[in-house]
């Protein structure tokens, strides 16, 4: 999946990353909410074999997970967000939970609640939003507020992958084929990120595997990010961290605890990926823009905070 950066753009697009994503750039939102895939380096097919192969070991991995994310059907997890700032050298944390329901590599539930917001001073609140991609839309969720923003992503009848590369926010290549990977990507062998956020990861690495993704130039990732490295369980290949580097330096770390695929989803994950009754709140709702003449939707706006 990129059950992990399911959320690295859960927050950004919608402001965060949930499972690998923070406040992402309007281009990648913009791409997620299209469905469109990013350009090629013009080289990228043609690479040397030194630059254009994964390690052997990161190839067997690439192969697992691509096997492994054509039969998952379940995805839930516990996660804590990390988002660095560079500039201003602060630092923002969020915990929520995440659900995922589907099927055959396509998700017609993806869910993540908020449940606190730690600011830069340290002091945390609860939030209790939640984000919803369902049936072809996005709803952001504010039950204190009693309001909801819905944005289609894809038209009735329409498919769209949330965590294929090109399509949608998410980087954790579960389900896709080593081939897209590796044309979009420089594959390697990683180590667990040598930063404190991940210290339960790093007191117990034993059965823990790890890839570092570098997007390859020309690539809409490549002008988002410099790297991603990816955390799995070896025996499960259930995603454990994420630690995204920006150009600007900016930093996203995802921890996900309780991260299990295929485990079953009791009531209270059930109810991450519900609809809630929303009979008397504020609804706004954005369908997509009818099709112009050649065929094509023009590109969805970002969401934004209702009024009010």
């Given at each position: 999946?990129?059950?992990?950066?399911?959320?690295?753009?859960?927050?950004?697009?919608?402001?965060?990353?949930?499972?690998?994503?923070?406040?992402?750039?309007?281009?990648?939102?913009?791409?997620?909410?299209?469905?469109?895939?990013?350009?090629?380096?013009?080289?990228?097919?043609?690479?040397?074999?030194?630059?254009?192969?994964?390690?052997?070991?990161?190839?067997?991995?690439?192969?697992?997970?691509?096997?492994?994310?054509?039969?998952?059907?379940?995805?839930?997890?516990?996660?804590?967000?990390?988002?660095?700032?560079?500039?201003?050298?602060?630092?923002?944390?969020?915990?929520?939970?995440?659900?995922?329901?589907?099927?055959?590599?396509?998700?017609?539930?993806?869910?993540?609640?908020?449940?606190?917001?730690?600011?830069?001073?340290?002091?945390?609140?609860?939030?209790?939003?939640?984000?919803l991609f369902q049936d072809g839309w996005l709803i952001e969720i504010d039950p204190t507020r009693k309001q909801a923003v819905k944005r289609q992503l894809v038209r009735a009848?329409?498919?769209?992958?949330?965590?294929?590369?090109?399509?949608?926010?998410?980087?954790?290549?579960?389900?896709?084929?080593?081939?897209?990977?590796?044309?979009?990507?420089?594959?390697?062998?990683?180590?667990?990120?040598?930063?404190?956020?991940?210290?339960?990861?790093?007191?117990?690495?034993?059965?823990l595997l790890a890839l570092r993704l570098v997007p390859r130039e020309g690539t809409v990732a490549h002008r988002n990010m410099r790297s991603v490295?990816?955390?799995?369980?070896?025996?499960?290949?259930?995603?454990?961290?994420?630690?995204?580097?920006?150009?600007?330096?900016?930093?996203?770390?995802?921890?996900?605890?309780?991260?299990?695929?295929?485990?079953?989803?009791?009531?209270?994950?059930?109810?991450?990926?519900?609809?809630?009754?929303?009979?008397?709140?504020?609804?706004?709702?954005?369908?997509?823009?009818?099709?112009?003449?050649?065929?094509?939707?023009?590109?969805?706006?970002?969401?934004?905070?209702?009024?009010?």
């Amino acid at each position: 999946m990129n059950p992990i950066a399911v959320i690295p753009c859960m927050f950004g697009a919608f402001c965060m990353l949930c499972v690998a994503c923070g406040a992402a750039p309007q281009a990648e939102c913009e791409s997620a909410g299209s469905a469109a895939k990013p350009a090629l380096a013009p080289d990228s097919t043609t690479a040397p074999a030194s630059s254009q192969s994964s390690s052997s070991s990161a190839t067997v991995l690439l192969d697992r997970l691509e096997e492994r994310g054509r039969t998952m059907r379940e995805f839930t997890a516990s996660i804590v967000v990390e988002q660095f700032s560079a500039l201003t050298e602060e630092r923002e944390v969020r915990r929520a939970r995440i659900v995922m329901k589907g099927g055959g590599g396509l998700w017609n539930s993806i869910g993540i609640v908020v449940d606190e917001f730690i600011d830069a001073s340290g002091r945390g609140t609860t939030d209790g939003r939640r984000f919803l991609f369902q049936d072809g839309w996005l709803i952001e969720i504010d039950p204190t507020r009693k309001q909801a923003v819905k944005r289609q992503l894809v038209r009735a009848g329409g498919a769209f992958d949330p965590l294929r590369i090109g399509e949608g926010p998410f980087v954790v290549p579960l389900g896709q084929p080593r081939a897209a990977i590796e044309r979009e990507y420089m594959v390697s062998d990683a180590a667990i990120p040598d930063h404190g956020f991940f210290k339960t990861l790093r007191s117990t690495p034993d059965g823990l595997l790890a890839l570092r993704l570098v997007p390859r130039e020309g690539t809409v990732a490549h002008r988002n990010m410099r790297s991603v490295v990816l955390v799995f369980d070896g025996a499960t290949l259930a995603p454990r961290g994420v630690e995204l580097t920006r150009p600007n330096g900016d930093t996203e770390r995802v921890l996900l605890r309780e991260s299990v695929i295929d485990g079953g989803i009791d009531e209270s994950q059930a109810a991450v990926i519900a609809l809630p009754d929303m009979t008397g709140w504020r609804v706004d709702e954005r369908p997509l823009p009818p099709s112009g003449a050649d065929g094509e939707a023009s590109p969805a706006q970002p969401p934004r905070e209702p009024r009010g």
